[in-house]
């Protein structure tokens, strides 16, 4: 596999001590992977474009990239033969927003794919945000792109875990209590060079986000505070929570 230009390896594993760009102002990206069909939602529309406060999932997603001025251009990731994107109004967007119909069979494949077809540079930085997280506000946004624009690695925002955590046996019953010192829960966007990214989602096709992908190549993402707030919308149930929330925001 090639190294991109910039990186280096050292005995087969990244050093994020020898990383050097060519520039630390890079352009910067968004891409939502909406290839999936949301099968744990239920009903007849994939879970991205189902409605919420008056607009499809995913449309408060893209919103929220795109009013960010720093970002450059929105791709949206979608399946091959998506019947429902046209069906809705994404002029408000302009040609900040680029649909690519080359999603994948996984989250994985389907931001791979993306990266391919959007013919960004190594060093650009990419935000890589999933369409079920309607709710993201800008001062987490803005933070988020603060701490890591000149970071060498990236990272996600993440929320530490503040529930109990129990490991279950195979019968259903409590195994043992989990501590939850220093375990954070995973949230997007997360933010990498677009040429990292690529390397690490080459090789590593099963993960479920990026930074687990970019940890593959011995690196170590940075964990940038967010909230609740920016929740993933699961079942069907979630909604009206959003709709709450998107109300706060907007």
Known sequence: MPVMPGHTKTNGRWNPGVFHYNSPMSDLFALVPAAGSGSRFGGELPKQYMPLAGKPMIHHAIAALCANTGIGATFVVLAP???????????????????????????????????LASGLEPDDWVLVH?????????????????????????????????????????????????????????????????????????????????????????????????????????????????ELLLKEIM
């Open 81 to 115: 033969d998506d019947a429902h994107w046209n069906h809705f109004d994404w002029s408000p967007f302009g040609a900040r927003l680029q649909p690519l119909f080359c999603g994948g069979r996984t989250r994985a494949e389907s931001v791979l794919n993306g990266l």
């Open 130 to 242: 999933d369409a079920a997280r309607p709710c993201l506000s800008q001062a987490q946004l803005a933070r988020l792109i603060g701490e890591l624009r000149d970071d060498e690695v990236g990272g996600i925002l993440a929320v530490p875990v503040a529930d109990t955590l129990k490991r279950a046996d195979a019968a259903g019953r409590i195994a043992r209590t989990e501590s939850r010192a220093g375990l954070w829960q995973a949230q997007t966007p997360q933010m990498f060079r677009a040429g990292v990214l690529l390397q690490a989602l080459q090789q590593a096709k099963d993960v479920t986000d990026e930074a687990s992908a970019v940890e593959t190549l011995g690196l170590k993402p940075k964990l940038v505070e967010s909230g609740p707030a920016n929740f993933k919308v699961t079942y069907p149930q979630d909604i009206k929570l959003a």
